[in-house]
């Protein structure tokens, strides 16, 4: 497939996806050290996202900052934030995939009372797992997260698998206008019902940049972070072999992306290990080609004229360590299966109006939830404990990233065929009409949000609420 070639001016003229990133200065980055609480703060900020020629963007940011500062703690550490709300309206933070107690989750309604303008809430939970995190508002989160309020969440290993540089891509989507102002229609019902809020403009740490600098002979490990509202990646790094060691922030074991595709859908993360192949002074596209004649030049890995770092490859381990993860017990599972429905084209819900709910989980449309709070009966009950095996059957023609709070769960087979990693997830991407058999310990009581991450589905009814009784 040619890869189609786009100039900046395509981006704000609309005729062309976005191309370009970058890496973010490790300023960024917030020392923390254990016993101290990291302040965080939302509000309304500047940022210029589309390079220089374009001006700035009005978005919404964790300290001023697009994106978030990265969150960097050790496994089994505490982490402590000191959050304060200084947006127009009232927001809570979600730890995307951290195993966090109940009333930390950050689901208003559920988990929590929402963090009113003005307001503050102290966040503090113990960090059971390493891996690459992120996290997020969940009160309006279709119009939060479009306006920029993500960040990295980092909890090292104890000991880290030896490489050069470790390296963090948070993926972001923007849809600009020709001003390189956010564009309105937030949850306009032709996304919602279609493939959600996808942009124009693709960031890489907040940023559209066009090279990222590299040597050749480094090995670096490289985290991937999807923050997008609703687009699908499907990163392809030519020139190079990247292994894929932990998807969404657990562990596998290290493996060649299928296709040489590294796929990642909303909320998904990947980290990879790369040896830089290349030659002093050459450079590679990464190119994003999940959609169909879509494809885009993310960025290219621009080599240093330096020698290289080494003549072969770093001859050292990838595999890590694994997290300390309750592993399902499928004999004595019990099984409740979670049907999607809904969408343009599909079987809408009942009670389907002009602006929804267009999505249903098995039959049931949440909806109302987006500065109220999450009040949802559960559809699933489950008891502390229990192994769960659910498959997801997507019967609808949309793609769906679908999250469950609270415990990462084992991927069992995919339409029938059994999953070749049994990789651990805590978001797992179907296809149109895809099934996947999903099995995780219900460990914490609490009720805990399952919903899919393109952010315009969930908030038109593709959500529901998982409870654990004590
Ligand atoms: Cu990353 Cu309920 O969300
Ligand atoms: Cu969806």
Not at 120 to 139: C, I, M, N, Q, S
Not at 270 to 294: Q, S
Not at 361 to 368: D, E, H, K
Request: proline share 8%; glycine share 10%.
């Amino acid at each position: 497939m040619p890869l189609l070639s786009f100039n900046r001016r395509d981006l704000l003229t609309g005729s062309a996806l976005l191309a370009g990133a970058a890496l973010l200065p490790r300023a960024a980055c917030a020392a923390v050290e254990e016993g101290t609480a990291v302040r965080l703060s939302a509000g309304p900020a500047r940022a210029n996202l589309a390079g220089t020629g374009f001006p700035d963007t009005a978005v919404w940011a964790y300290d001023g900052r697009i994106p978030g500062p990265e969150l960097r703690f050790r496994q089994g550490d505490t982490a402590r934030i000191a959050f304060a709300n200084a947006l127009p309206e009232a927001t809570t933070i979600h730890w995307h995939g951290l195993r966090v107690p109940n009333a930390m989750d950050g689901v208003p309604g559920l988990s929590q009372a929402v963090v009113p303008a003005g307001g503050r809430f102290d966040y503090e939970f113990p960090l059971k797992d390493a891996g690459t995190f992120w996290y997020h508002p969940h009160v309006n989160s279709g119009v939060q997260v479009a306006h920029g309020l993500t960040g990295a969440f980092i909890v090292e290993e104890r000991e880290p698998i030896r490489v050069d540089r470790d390296l963090l891509w948070l993926l972001g989507d923007w849809r600009l206008t020709k001003e390189a102002e956010l564009a309105g229609g937030f949850g306009h019902p032709m996304d919602a019902t279609h493939a959600g809020r996808i942009g124009n403009t693709v960031t890489i740490n907040g940023a559209v940049r066009d090279s990222v600098p590299v040597r050749a002979g480094e090995r670096v490990r490289l985290r991937l972070i999807n923050a997008a509202n609703a687009r699908i990646f499907a990163l392809d790094f030519r020139g190079h072999a990247p292994r894929v060691i932990a998807l969404d922030g657990q562990p596998v074991t290290p493996h060649a992306p299928p296709d040489g595709k590294v796929v990642l859908g909303p909320g998904q993360r990947a980290d990879l290990v790369i040896d830089m192949a290349g030659r002093p002074g050459e450079g590679f596209d990464v190119v994003d080609g999940f959609y169909p004649r879509m494809a885009y030049r993310l960025t290219r890995l621009t080599y240093s004229t330096e020698a290289p770092l080494r003549d072969s490859p770093l001859d050292a381990p990838v595999a890590l360590a694994a997290n300390p993860l309750p592993e399902p017990d499928l004999v004595g599972a019990v099984r409740q299966d979670v049907v999607l429905d809904g969408g343009m084209h599909g079987a809408m819900p009942k009670n389907a109006g002009p602006r929804g709910p267009f999505w249903a989980l098995n039959g049931v449309a949440a909806m109302n939830h987006q500065s109220m709070g999450h009040h949802l009966d559960p559809l699933i009950t489950v008891k502390r404990g229990q192994t769960q095996v659910t498959a997801f059957v997507n019967e609808t023609g949309w793609w769906h990233p679908m999250h469950l709070h609270g415990f990462p769960f084992r991927v069992l087979s995919r339409n029938g065929q059994p999953a070749e990693h049994r990789e651990w997830r805590d978001t797992v991407l179907l296809g149109p009409r895809e099934t996947a058999e999903i099995a995780f310990v219900a460990e914490e009581a609490g009720d805990w949000m399952l919903h899919c991450h393109v952010l315009e589905h969930q908030e038109t009814g593709m959500m529901a609420v998982l409870r654990v009784t004590a």
